[in-house]
């Protein structure tokens, strides 16, 4: 048994130790906007924030995850896709075929947490997560966007 504080909800789930996150959240508590990649954490489709980190949830084992520790999947970044990266994908058409675009906005929700004003090699340095369809260039528009409207103005 694990309970999991979950996108502010705490949840009790009955899995082994060793069951990675991803298929907890997914599996488990039905939070599908998580996907599953590669298994081994270098695609960052898995991508949560775990107390504020980003991390890569297929290869964390819930028995690592702690009493009190925050979990933020894609679906509790904002409730009603209002968080800026959610606006400045949206405005400028980032996903072509959106399967790894949950984990890019969870990178890229984490860098500006950090980094209100990244550079290209900033963004480049931070956006790890890989995708298949080559937005590379969507994706630096749209964090260089979301950085402007967290500055109060459009980019």
Do not use: F
């Not at 298994?39 to 297929?58: E, F, P, W």
């Not at 894609?74 to 209002?82: H, V, W």
């Not at 929700?109 to 790890?128: G, Y």
């Amino acid at each position: 048994m694990a309970r999991l504080n979950i996108n502010g909800k705490v949840r009790d789930v009955e899995v082994e130790a060793d069951t990675p996150l991803l298929w907890v959240i997914r599996e488990q508590v039905g939070l599908t906007g998580t996907k599953y990649g590669c298994g081994v954490a270098q695609c960052g489709a898995c991508s949560v924030h775990l107390n504020g980190q980003l991390v890569r949830s297929c290869s964390i084992p819930v028995g690592n995850v702690k009493a009190g520790d925050r979990i933020t999947t894609i679906e509790g970044l904002s409730r009603n896709a209002s968080h800026a990266v959610q606006k400045a994908w949206a405005e400028l058409d980032v996903p072509q075929c959106g399967y790894c675009q949950s984990g890019q906005l969870m990178a890229a929700a984490s860098l500006l947490a950090k980094n209100r004003k990244p550079t290209d090699a900033d963004i480049d340095a931070a956006m790890t997560n890989i995708c298949r369809c080559g937005t590379y260039q969507r994706i630096r528009a749209a964090v260089h966007r979301a950085a402007g409207m967290l500055a109060g103005k459009k980019a």
